[in-house]
Nanobody
Framework: QVQLIESGGGLVQAGGSLRLSCTAS????????IGWLRQAPGKEREFVAG????????RYADSVKGRFTISRDNAKTTVSLQMNSLRPEDTAVYYC??????????????????WGQGTQVTVSS
């Protein structure tokens, strides 16, 4: 089971940007589709973005389309989530997770496993 580690969260004003990174402890991510999901206080965990194993296909929640971009590096050691035009409603703990689906483009919570510990993103108004 892969152990995933998130980083890059923080406090930012509305309209600002943050870049989150997801790495795997002791191994590359090249064998996995990876998703980013988030959970705001008092709300259920929700899908944000996903990228296939090859990196050629991506998927986004409607709420972040046009503002967030998911990518993976050539060595496939890191999956990043570039978040622009942040809004207070983007405040949440962000998690990366392994996509269990065949094509690596899951979007349901049950499509994901090996969750990281999460990184806090706070957007002030």
């Amino acid at each position: 089971q892969v152990q995933l580690i998130e980083s890059g969260g923080g406090l930012v004003q509305a309209g600002g940007s943050l870049r989150l990174s997801c790495t795997a402890s002791g191994r590359t991510l090249s064998s996995y589709g990876i998703g980013w999901l988030r959970q705001a206080p008092g709300k259920e965990r929700e899908f944000v973005a996903g990228i296939s194993k090859s990196g050629r296909n991506t998927r986004y929640a409607d709420s972040v389309k046009g503002r967030f971009t998911i990518s993976r590096d050539n060595a496939k050691t890191t999956v990043s989530l570039q978040m622009n035009s942040l809004r207070p409603e983007d405040t949440a703990v962000y998690y990366c997770a392994q996509d269990l689906t065949f094509y690596g483009l899951g979007y349901r919570i049950e499509d994901f496993a090996s969750w990281g510990q999460g990184t806090q993103v706070t957007v002030s108004s």
